[in-house]
């Protein structure tokens, strides 16, 4: 399997590998996986309260080039937008982006996975931030 | 000259179900060994030779697909049409993937060097197997739903549960070759 050149830039240095404290109630975290190939995606978003910008993403990913390279590459474009913004990525920019061929196509949809993953989680904790302050009253 | 069996069952001579007796199957693979072994057929015709030859090749194949149970089901499931499914249709539960993570992450960490990573592979590697065990059980009874039924609801509960063991089995090996 021939690897483009963006990919390759991904898996040899992979931007904003890590992870944000999962507890954190303005970080959302996505956890995804593909069973036939056994890739597993970490995926996590810092949301700046004020601003409803995402300040900061991380992620790790244990699998394939095409697979580190997605989700790196979908951490660079998370940080400066706001959910919604984010909410609009499709795999399909992914695969433009990195020339994923046909057959590495899943690793774009499961990048894509991971974010919406992780903003639902994320709007799930204010969800929950709010109705603990109802039941509070 | 017979035509060789279009199947692994027909092989037999057998209904394609699932819950397979197996000493059954055994000794049925036994007999027809013997009566197609090539050495008894090495003053018949060429047409017989190469049939005895074809048919103990084909035979070796069933016996080989039908004994092991897993095997079977894919095999069965493939007759029928159904090929492996895609993650679309079955991703794993979140609780799992969170386990599949902190497995990667302690493989990674013994591959740096940090002997002390072996632990909770150890541990993982057992609730991998107990997951298995399970699957199995559930295989167990999902045979035994088809053979009485023979619909294809069971049918695809049985490939979501082998693409489940599948994934299961790849990480029991991932963590068995990282401890041996």
Same mark, same amino acid.
């Given at each position: 399997?021939?690897?483009?050149?963006?990919?390759?830039?991904?898996?040899?240095?992979?931007?904003?590998?890590?992870?944000? =404290?999962?507890?954190?109630?303005?970080?959302?975290?996505?956890?995804?996986?593909?069973?036939?190939?056994?890739?597993?995606?970490?995926?996590?978003?810092?949301?700046?309260? %004020?601003?409803?910008?995402?300040?900061?993403?991380?992620?790790?990913?244990?699998?394939?080039?095409?697979?580190?390279?997605?989700?790196?590459?979908?951490? %660079?474009?998370?940080?400066?937008?706001?959910? =919604? %913004?984010?909410?609009?990525?499709?795999?399909? =920019?992914?695969?433009? %982006?990195?020339?994923?061929?046909? &057959?590495?196509?899943?690793?774009? &949809?499961?990048?894509? =996975?991971?974010?919406?993953?992780?903003?639902?989680?994320?709007? &799930?904790?204010?969800?929950?931030?709010?109705?603990?302050?109802?039941?509070?009253? | 000259?017979?035509?060789?069996?279009?199947?692994?069952?027909?092989? +037999?001579?057998?209904?394609?179900?699932?819950?397979?007796?197996?000493?059954?199957?055994?000794?049925?693979?036994?007999?027809?060994?013997?009566?197609?072994?090539?050495?008894?057929?090495?003053?018949?015709?060429?047409?017989?030779?190469?049939?005895?030859?074809? +048919?103990?090749?084909?035979?070796?194949?069933?016996?080989?697909?039908?004994?092991?149970?897993?095997?079977?089901?894919?095999?069965?499931?493939?007759?029928?049409?159904?090929?492996?499914?895609?993650?679309?249709?079955?991703?794993?539960?979140?609780?799992?993937?969170?386990?599949? +993570?902190?497995?990667?992450?302690?493989?990674?960490?013994?591959?740096?060097?940090?002997?002390?990573?072996?632990?909770?592979? /150890?541990?993982?590697?057992?609730?991998?197997?107990?997951?298995?065990?399970?699957?199995?059980?559930?295989?167990?009874?999902?045979?035994?739903?088809?053979?009485?039924?023979?619909?294809? /609801?069971?049918?695809?509960?049985?490939? /979501?549960?082998?693409?489940?063991?599948?994934?299961?089995?790849?990480?029991?090996?991932?963590?068995?070759?990282?401890?041996?």
């Amino acid at each position: 399997m021939a690897y483009s050149n963006k990919v390759l830039d991904h898996y040899n240095h992979p931007r904003n590998v890590g992870s944000l =404290d999962k507890n954190d109630s303005h970080v959302g975290t996505g956890m995804v996986g593909a069973p036939e190939c056994g890739d597993v995606m970490k995926l996590q978003i810092k949301v700046n309260p %004020e601003t409803g910008v995402i300040d900061d993403a991380k992620f790790k990913t244990f699998g394939c080039g095409s697979a580190i390279a997605s989700s790196s590459l979908a951490t %660079e474009w998370l940080k400066g937008k706001t959910v =919604d %913004e984010a909410l609009a990525i499709k795999n399909t =920019d992914i695969v433009n %982006e990195l020339a994923l061929p046909p &057959v590495k196509i899943h690793c774009s &949809v499961l990048a894509e =996975d991971a974010i919406k993953a992780a903003i639902n989680d994320y709007k &799930v904790k204010q969800g929950a931030d709010v109705s603990s302050l109802v039941q509070a009253h | 000259m017979n035509s060789l069996p279009s199947d692994y069952y027909s092989v +037999f001579g057998i209904a394609p179900t699932l819950a397979l007796d197996l000493p059954e199957l055994q000794r049925q693979f036994y007999v027809l060994s013997k009566q197609f072994h090539p050495d008894r057929f090495a003053r018949a015709s060429a047409p017989e030779q190469q049939y005895a030859l074809d +048919f103990t090749s084909l035979l070796n194949d069933a016996w080989r697909v039908l004994r092991d149970p897993v095997s079977r089901a894919e095999y069965l499931l493939k007759q029928q049409g159904l090929e492996p499914g895609d993650s679309r249709t079955n991703p794993p539960p979140p609780e799992l993937l969170e386990e599949v +993570f902190e497995l990667n992450m302690a493989l990674e960490e013994l591959r740096a060097g940090d002997g002390d990573a072996r632990g909770p592979i /150890a541990e993982a590697l057992d609730r991998f197997l107990a997951m298995r065990d399970q699957l199995d059980r559930d295989r167990e009874a999902l045979f035994v739903r088809y053979d009485a039924q023979r619909d294809a /609801a069971t049918l695809g509960d049985l490939r /979501a549960l082998l693409n489940r063991r599948r994934y299961i089995e790849n990480l029991v090996r991932d963590a068995q070759q990282a401890l041996s």
